[in-house]
């Protein structure tokens, strides 16, 4: 479970990452530091979800506060997750639940913090304006091997800020994108340092 869980709260970019080392340079990265939110669903596993974001690439950290069932009556916050280095300098992850008190570490797929980009390598892009103004480009990848899905990625065109995602993978019951999430009330910069400190019993 926590596996989908962390998947999803940095969906998309990082769903691209995997196969991004074999591919051409990054097209664009997003700004070094941010805050905003994101919400979505995975079809496959049945959940919708909500998470508060905080991205700090230049101090590779990373936090998000992760909340299921956000639409419905049964709306309740999961945990919380950070990815930084530890005090021996190991890239980890910290999931912390704020309701119960509990935290538990372990070592992060990747020795450094990965940065938010769109990859090298796509197999089409376009161009379009949300609403009046927002200049945006979308992405399509391809993912490895014969079940490897296509991914959909969009940002905003000048900044690379990201606005939404979309996986899709092969499933006979799953008609439609497996996973989607949108990025709303993005702002630029880390607004509280302090939110990245990890709990003394971590």
């Excluded at 999961?78 to 021996?88: D, G, P, R, T, Y």
């Amino acid at each position: 479970a926590f596996k989908m869980r962390f998947a999803v709260v940095f969906a998309i970019f990082a769903a691209c990452v995997a196969f991004a080392a074999a591919q051409p340079a990054d097209t664009c990265c997003s700004p070094n530091q941010w805050e905003g939110e994101a919400y979505g669903m995975s079809q496959l596993r049945n959940v919708s979800f909500f998470e508060f974001i905080s991205y700090d690439y230049v101090n590779k950290r990373f936090r998000a506060d992760v909340y299921t069932n956000p639409f419905g009556t049964n709306k309740r916050y999961e945990f919380s997750v950070i990815e930084k280095f530890n005090s021996a300098g190991v890239n980890t992850l910290y999931i912390i639940n704020d309701s119960t008190g509990s935290c538990t570490s372990r070592k992060a797929p990747a020795p450094v913090m990965r940065q938010a980009c769109v990859p090298g390598g796509f197999i089409h892009s376009w161009s379009f304006t949300i609403g009046a103004a927002l200049e945006a480009n979308s992405y399509i990848f391809q993912g490895q091997g014969s079940n490897g899905g296509v991914f959909d990625m969009t940002v905003a065109a000048q900044s690379c800020v990201p606005i939404r995602g979309f996986v899709f993978n092969h499933h006979s019951t799953i008609h439609g994108p497996e996973v989607f999430v949108n990025y709303v009330n993005i702002k630029s910069g880390i607004s509280n340092p302090n939110i990245f400190n990890t709990p003394a019993n971590c």
